[in-house]
């Protein structure tokens, strides 16, 4: 089952999101994220956070439909977004996504990029989407279709990750140890239909950009 969870963060480009949201089975927002599926017309499987930036008017519509919440205190040891998302794990989820977990909180964002460590320990498949990037832990061999206006940064998460090959890159890389303090994987572009990404040891953080 892949599970969608839908956050309070930045959000703009409605259509696009909520095309990727209806790939999902099962829809889990979060706190004031309610307020986003309402406007992308989206009905839940599940609400879960302490509601304290959810609008009462998205609240009260969401009860009528009789959509389930699991209400937490706004006092306690995680985030809404990570109790969303040991919940997802919980109900077997075989991939995430997450959506609207960007914005203007960078200790939140930073936090939510390293749930994606958290899940892949897992062995649970998990993304981030936002207006313009996709981001998530690599295979060790990750294939990625070429897309029009967009470039791959590629960020260690351990000390350091070795990158056995790059393919069908425009700066291809082999046999290069990439560590998490520098900047040589960040803005490449795939020049082939397609470009690989083969890794060795270390945890390796994709993101897919597009201005």
């Not at 977990?101 to 899940?119: C, I, K, P, Q, Y």
């Not at 936002?130 to 590629?154: C, H, P, Q």
Request: charged fraction near 25%; charge should be negative.
């Amino acid at each position: 089952m892949k599970v969608a969870i839908i956050a309070n963060g930045t959000l703009n480009k409605i259509d696009n999101i909520k095309t990727e949201i209806k790939k999902y089975d099962y829809i889990i927002c979060v706190d004031g994220g309610i307020d986003h599926a309402y406007n992308m017309g989206i009905i839940p499987d599940l609400i879960v956070g302490d509601l304290d930036s959810a609008s009462q008017k998205s609240i009260e519509h969401y009860q009528q439909l009789h959509v389930k919440f699991e209400t937490f205190p706004s006092e306690k040891n995680f985030t809404d977004t990570h109790l969303a998302v040991n919940l997802a794990i919980q109900k077997n989820a075989s991939a995430i996504g997450m959506f609207a977990v960007t914005g203007t909180r960078m200790d939140h964002f930073l936090a939510n990029m390293m749930l994606l460590f958290s899940v892949n320990s897992y062995g649970v498949k998990c993304k981030i989407m936002d207006d313009y990037n996709e981001m998530f832990i690599a295979d060790n061999i990750t294939v990625l279709k070429k897309k029009r206006g967009e470039f791959i940064s590629l960020i260690s998460l351990s000390e350091c990750t070795k990158i056995i090959k790059l393919e069908g890159f425009k700066y291809p890389l082999e046999n290069k140890i990439l560590y998490n303090w520098e900047t040589l994987g960040i803005s490449n572009e795939i020049i082939e239909k397609e470009g690989k990404i083969i890794k060795g040891d270390g945890q390796l953080l994709v993101i897919r950009s597009c201005d």
